[in-house]
């Protein structure tokens, strides 16, 4: 009898303990697949430069010539560089537009005024250079400036094909401006 109720004891925790529970493996799986099939795809864009930027220069030429240049970034548009796309994630690197503004005076009055951007190279040519170009940078190209021509140089970069195009626009005392291609580099 006592060998009996062993047999019973024994087979009533086995009939217990087999309750139809999942293993911590086969859980584990299931939770994995659930949270994978809930998660959203993620964007992550990151931006060169990180944040706004700002460059002014000032130049006095022959101490009755004063050359004025703004090169700032624009906060609200910028170049697609790359994409790298994962099963949930999207990571974009974007490079910001940057533009300038050109001011050049003598003591009495302004000559020249103007605003530098890619888009206006891009209105009158059609080089596929221009479709992802920003203006890099202008500045005043001291060696060949006088004090009745101004040089200035402009770079332009197209990020997305590492590719470079330098300009250089002249400027007489009466205003009047001339731009040149100078090289390229693909």
Same mark, same amino acid.
């Given at each position: 009898m006592?060998? =009996? ?6 087979v ?31 964007? &992550? ?12 220069t000032?130049? =006095?030429?022959?101490? /009755?010539?004063?050359?004025? &240049? ?9 170049v ?7 099963? $949930?994630?999207? /990571? ?5 537009? +940057?533009?300038?503004? =050109?001011?050049?005076? $003598?003591?009495?009055?302004?000559i ?5 951007s ?5 209105? &009158? /040519?059609t080089?596929? +250079?221009?479709?992802?170009? *920003? ?8 060696e060949?400036? *006088?004090?009745?021509? &101004?040089?200035?140089?402009?770079? +332009? =970069?197209?990020?997305?094909?590492? *590719? ?13 401006q ?9």
């Amino acid at each position: 009898m006592k060998n =009996i109720l062993l047999v019973l004891i024994i087979v009533s925790i086995g009939f217990v303990s087999c309750d139809g529970r999942k293993s911590k493996s086969v859980s584990l799986k299931e939770s994995i697949k659930e949270f994978k099939e809930r998660q959203s795809e993620v964007e &992550i864009i990151n931006y060169y430069p990180d944040e706004y930027v700002e460059v002014v220069t000032d130049t =006095i030429i022959s101490n /009755n010539v004063k050359v004025h &240049i703004k090169n700032y970034s624009l906060s609200n548009e910028s170049v697609l560089m790359s994409v790298n796309e994962h099963s $949930t994630s999207k /990571n974009q690197k974007q490079h910001r537009v +940057f533009e300038s503004d =050109i001011v050049v005076s $003598t003591p009495t009055k302004e000559i020249f005024n103007a605003h530098i951007s890619a888009e206006q190279f891009k209105s &009158i /040519n059609t080089d596929a +250079f221009w479709s992802n170009a *920003t203006l890099q940078h202008v500045w005043v190209n001291q060696e060949l400036s *006088t004090s009745n021509d &101004i040089k200035l140089d402009m770079s +332009f =970069i197209n990020p997305k094909e590492n *590719t470079y195009k330098l300009y250089r626009m002249s400027i007489d005392e009466n205003g009047q401006q001339q731009i040149d291609f100078v090289e390229e580099r693909t």
